[in-house]
């Protein structure tokens, strides 16, 4: 009875965090389409935003919705607003790059809270990351991913574009995937690039295009011109906040992939957004590279 | 008995391939100066050299010991050097690029051996340097590292310059060199870099200097002046050919390192070689860097 009971209310509580919630869906937006297309998706479940914008960061574009910008440092402003627009529920995405903090002025909120920011200091991203989550959940806030909301932001199962992976390409999958594990258990990035089972290049604090960009330099002093082989991988590390810090693709990634002479790039099914979805898979199919999903179950020591 | 037989066996073939040997010792020359480091060192000691020069690769200091000029593809003519020379002792040393094999033009003992030649195809240089190495070894040739030859040109261990790591510095050369073995055992590169316990860089096929610049680049990017941290680790890849593929740093390691803010730099003790010892020295004790080689008991999981 009671797991049943459980089980039951759980399942509420979830149908309650994507569409139903009391308030609107708070959006806390860094760079990038994604926010948007997040308050686009919750929209047209009819569920109500409000688009909290990093000034500097978010796109402009959030000024279709109901929405207000804040400043990094702004803390009490982020909670002034969280109040008064009556939000429980956050979600938290887009793109953000570390701030300066000697630059960052802190509002009356943000010195509350200055133990907690000072604690933040400089671990990885992803500690960052679910600490300021489990900052805001003290709070009384509850946080949610991307992908409960609207799972269509995610990359979904197997081939996603128009072509598929060889079974040449399938074997750099593996090779790929075993990489970002193996790197991701040492919490130093998601992706890596494998050509004909030989490691090109590894993520670490540069982010994909730079490292994409390298392989691209890498490649156009080796021998000339050849057809394109070799994957992108991309996953999340083992153990991190996947509700706030799910890696991404989008039609830029694709093109620096096409560059870099890559057949295509897989990324842990479920687990990544894709930005830009149609522009995504369209700029893969115009450059005969594969978007491939690799199953959960699949991810080695996952 | 022949426990102690064995031992005094490999000692003595030890000594006669440091020092003795029949014929001079032949150099094969890549780039750098570390090819006429080791001619310097087995003169020194009383052994003859000829250096077998990679057109292209070595450095033209080499004619000022006996030498040959070789092409890529030039297998016959280096077989048939060896057999002029009587040298039957060979060391592989310097930096090569990877040949465009599409601009190889193969001599006619590079045809004979062409199914070897092709069967080196693409995997890690690690894989095509032993296979090198077996290749000569089946032709009755002794290939040596060039530490047991001039054993003064691999870093020692402890404090190398006149820096030593603090306890901070420490704790990030332990990080780095875990991560750095568990890179290793993928194949996938030598160095990496750690700041605070932060993975700010990993090396794969760029090599170590683009990857210093990389880190130059995020963390002028990043917070301003700071004053200097974290660490460049090399050490070995686990079952890597170590008699012709060891990480090599000198003073250009060294520069970038401090270009890229960098406390100091550790190598794996007895593994790396230090090419331009005193000039690399000085450029980190002009910079306040420590250069430090790691005791081989303590690299993870060797």
């Not at 994507?18 to 990038?32: D, T």
């Not at 489990?134 to 128009?162: C, I, M, N, Q, T």
């Not at 970002?180 to 089972?197: E, I, T």
């Amino acid at each position: 009875m009671s797991q049943r009971r459980a089980k039951a209310e759980l399942e509420e509580s979830r149908s309650d965090a994507r569409v139903v919630g009391e308030g609107p869906l708070a959006i806390i937006a860094g760079g990038g389409t994604l926010p948007c297309a997040l308050a686009d998706a919750a929209t047209a479940r009819g569920r109500g935003v409000h688009i909290l914008g990093i000034r500097g960061e978010a796109d402009e574009a959030i000024a279709r919705f109901p929405h207000t910008w804040l400043k990094w440092g702004e803390v009490g402003k982020l909670f002034a607003t969280l109040e008064d627009r009556d939000c429980r529920d956050l979600v938290i995405i887009g793109a953000v790059k570390r701030p300066d903090l000697a630059n960052v002025r802190f509002d009356l909120g943000a010195i509350k809270n200055l133990p907690f920011l000072l604690s933040l200091g400089m671990g990885g991203d992803d500690h960052v990351l679910s600490s300021v989550v489990r900052f805001l959940e003290s709070k009384g806030y509850r946080v949610h991913g991307a992908g409960d909301v609207a799972p269509e932001l995610l990359a979904g199962e197997g081939k996603l574009g128009a072509n598929a992976p060889s079974n040449e390409d399938q074997a750099d999958i593996e090779a790929a995937f075993h990489v970002v594990a193996a790197l991701g258990r040492l919490d130093v990035g998601q992706a890596a690039v494998v050509v004909k089972g030989h490691v090109l290049a590894v993520e670490a604090a540069e982010g994909t295009d730079a490292m994409l960009a390298r392989c691209a330099e890498l490649r156009r002093r080796g021998s000339g011109r050849r057809s394109p082989t070799g994957v992108l991988a991309k996953a999340p590390k083992p153990g991190q906040e996947e509700r706030v810090d799910l890696p991404t693709i989008g039609p830029g990634t694709v093109e620096k992939a096409a560059q870099a002479g890559l057949a295509g790039i897989a990324v842990a099914a479920g687990r990544v957004l894709i930005a830009e979805r149609t522009a995504t898979i369209a700029t893969a199919d115009k450059h005969g590279l594969f978007l491939f999903g690799r199953k959960p179950a699949e991810v080695p020591d996952a």
